[in-house]
């Protein structure tokens, strides 16, 4: 649903020289005392910087008379459902917390108001409005989810953004869910300037009772792939081994590692392609393939990795991970990764046995243009939309999904 808060537009040839609209994102507390404005859901982490948080809350005075107003930035690790606890591990951990101090303020509003969207809401929403600030730091992963199967009603294994608006006598007080607001966020990554690098990898397997062995490599065009694209592999099989090469399959697979908790590891193709190709003793074999890793092919397999997505129906497959040289891997939550497998059999008169060769890449989203600067009043609220997943039942403190 939208809310337009620009005047209309009186003609045609206006219309088509106007800048274009700044979406702002808007959600009010069940109250009505507290309202929170940011100009963007999607946070990106450019390796050397990330985005910072900002936006501004608009409170009604008289609700919050005698009371503070606090906001809240959190990144939080949640793995299975949140009211479980085994053994006494916890199954949700916050990588991130912190909280300010909004109203009454504690400096001035020209302090506080870092970029030009918060200039625009101020302006525009009057004296009872103030802005908040948040910087990232630098060891946090992105936002990615575990896609839960058919029968994992409620699971949930996320790393999740959030912000939070709430009033109360202090910071610490329990907060009352009809004075505060919670609002999804993301925290994301773009494919880094493209390499010239194109992928390799070669090996040699030797077999009892042959003389000479089979060679097998593996090549890309490119080392990063977006998502949607199709990825192309260039297999060459030189078998100069008494065996017969036959049942080749190419592969795209996911690999998800846990390395908050429990180490756990989730491997998953993603495509793949039973080729019927075979590769007699003494022939070779040179051919591209091609495959498509896409979302809309895995919709039911339960633990794939996502992109942290502000609707399901707006998802992809995960992002591959880029950990920075100097984070630890064990605070980043989840790990994405993604490699081709080429597999076949190699059959002979004593019997047979799977070999197999791998090949890492990258499967990320473009970085966009940049957005043209848009009118300072010519702005649209939109009703801020919680993340939701596809599968997951929330608890008291989500709000019930609804159709975007």
């Known amino acids: 649903m939208l809310q337009v808060v620009t005047s209309s537009v009186t003609s045609v040839s206006s219309s088509v020289n106007m800048s274009p609209k700044h979406v702002v994102f808007k959600k009010v507390s069940r109250d009505k005392s507290v309202a929170v404005y940011m100009g963007k859901r999607d946070f990106v982490d450019h390796c050397d910087f990330v985005d910072p948080v900002d936006g501004v809350i608009v409170l009604d005075p008289v609700q919050v008379k005698g009371k503070k107003v606090y906001v809240m930035l959190s990144c939080t690790f949640r793995y299975g459902r949140q009211d479980m606890d085994v053994m006494g591990v916890a199954f949700r951990r916050d990588l991130f917390l912190v909280t300010r101090q909004v109203y009454p303020e504690l400096q001035d509003k020209e302090q506080l108001t870092h970029t030009k969207i918060q200039q625009k809401l101020l302006r525009k929403l009057g004296d009872n ?20 199967g058919p029968s994992d009603v409620g699971k949930k294994c996320a790393v999740e953004f959030e912000v939070k608006a709430f009033c109360g006598e202090n910071q610490d007080e329990k907060m009352d869910k009809q004075s505060s607001v919670r609002l999804s966020i993301r925290k994301i990554q773009f494919s880094p300037e493209s390499s010239e690098v ?10 009892l009772m042959s003389e000479k062995p089979l060679h097998v490599k593996l090549s890309m065009p490119k080392e990063t792939f977006y998502h949607g694209e199709p990825v192309t592999v260039n297999v060459q099989i030189t078998n100069s081994s008494s065996r017969n090469i036959k049942d080749i399959s190419v592969s795209v697979e996911q690999v998800t590692n846990i390395v908050l908790y429990s180490n756990d590891k989730y491997v998953k193709s993603v495509a793949k392609e039973e080729t019927g190709d075979s590769v007699p003793s003494g022939t070779s074999l040179r051919k591209d393939y ?33 950990v920075k040289q100097e984070v630890l891997k064990e605070v980043q939550g989840m790990l994405v990764f993604y490699k081709v497998v080429v597999r ?41 939309k919680r993340v939701y997943l596809k599968g997951v039942v929330y608890g008291d403190d989500d709000e019930s999904p609804t159709e975007a």
Do not use: W, Y
Request: charged share 25%; net charge negative; proline share 11%.
């Open 129 to 148: 409005a103030f802005p908040f600030f948040f910087e990232f730091p630098d060891n946090l992963p992105c936002s990615v989810a575990l896609q839960p």
């Open 344 to 384: 076949m059999i190699a059959s002979g008169t004593i019997g047979s046995s799977e070999v197999s060769l791998e090949l890492p890449f990258k499967l990320m989203n473009p970085k966009p243009e940049p957005a043209k600067e848009s009118d300072p009043d010519d702005m649209v609220f939109e009703e801020f």
């Open 290 to 322: 091609t495959l498509f890793p896409l979302l809309a092919h895995n919709k039911e397999r339960r633990g794939l990795a996502l992109d942290g997505r502000l609707k399901h129906e707006d998802t992809n497959l995960a992002s591959s991970s880029i």
């Open 198 to 207: 194109a992928p390799v990898a070669e090996t040699t397997f030797e077999f």
